[in-house]
């Protein structure tokens, strides 16, 4: 089975600057890859999707790379804001969905 | 719409109790999950539902029993708590495509003693 290995350290950044979030898997390459927003207390909360053959895919101030020859996802934040902290997962399509143990996000005013 | 509820919110078991975790989602989704989250490990698949009539096991289903109870609430039993079980459960749920976002509950934080 994938293993899934995001950014172990926890992300403190300035509001307004841009946060990049790693996501690496160890074996094959998925069919697709799914970001994931929690916040503290409750269930993850779908963000986006990208698929493997699809390089980049945007949403407001959101992008997420997938490289496929890395074995890595990235997931952009930018202009980030206060409302931005939280804990972002990245999943991907194994035995079923699969999903890594998050990074948590801290956006400083 | 609610999406997925799950009850209780909350539950403290002394090892060795059984209780049954309830979810229902109100989304007409045919695919419904169990996931436990603990620190540092990410959600873990426990059982699922592709659809109303069928379970599966996933990662980690030792110690817990499902049931799809019809096609809105599919519901986890644990028959006999240990303290391994302490996390936080996830339901979730999710039309038949593969690749379809999964819509998650809010969590049952559960603790064993």
């Known amino acids: 089975s994938q293993k899934i290995e995001q950014n172990s350290e926890a992300l403190n950044i300035q509001e307004g600057k841009t946060a990049t979030l790693t996501c690496n898997y160890t074996?094959?390459?998925?069919?697709?890859l799914q970001w994931y927003r929690q916040d503290p207390g409750r269930g993850p909360v779908f963000l986006l999707l990208?698929?493997?053959?699809?390089k980049e895919k945007r949403k407001e101030r959101l992008k997420v790379t997938f490289d496929t020859t890395l074995k890595q996802s990235l997931f952009h934040i930018t202009a980030s804001q206060p409302a931005d902290s939280a804990t972002y997962l990245c999943?991907?399509?194994?035995?079923?969905?699969?999903f890594g143990a998050g990074t948590t996000v801290t956006v400083r005013a | 719409n609610a999406g997925v509820t799950q009850t209780p919110k909350f539950q403290v078991l002394k090892t060795g109790q059984s209780m049954t975790l309830q979810c229902a989602q109100d989304?007409?989704?045919?695919?419904m999950y169990w996931y436990r989250q603990d620190p540092g490990m990410g959600l873990r698949l426990i059982y699922y539902?592709?659809?109303?009539?069928?379970?599966d096991k996933g990662e980690v289903p030792n110690g817990y029993n499902v049931s799809r109870l019809n096609k809105r609430e599919f519901s986890l039993r644990l028959e006999s708590a240990a303290p391994s079980q302490t996390s936080v459960y996830f339901c979730?749920?999710?039309?038949?495509?593969?690749?379809?976002?999964?819509?998650f509950g809010n969590g049952t934080r559960l603790t064993v003693t």
């Open positions: 979730a749920s999710s039309e038949a495509t593969a690749d379809s976002p999964l819509h």
């Open positions: 999943a991907l399509n194994d035995y079923k969905l699969s």
């Open positions: 539902s592709a659809s109303e009539g069928t379970t």
């Open positions: 989304m007409n989704h045919n695919s």
């Open positions: 074996n094959y390459s998925p069919a697709y």
């Open positions: 990208i698929r493997e053959n699809e």
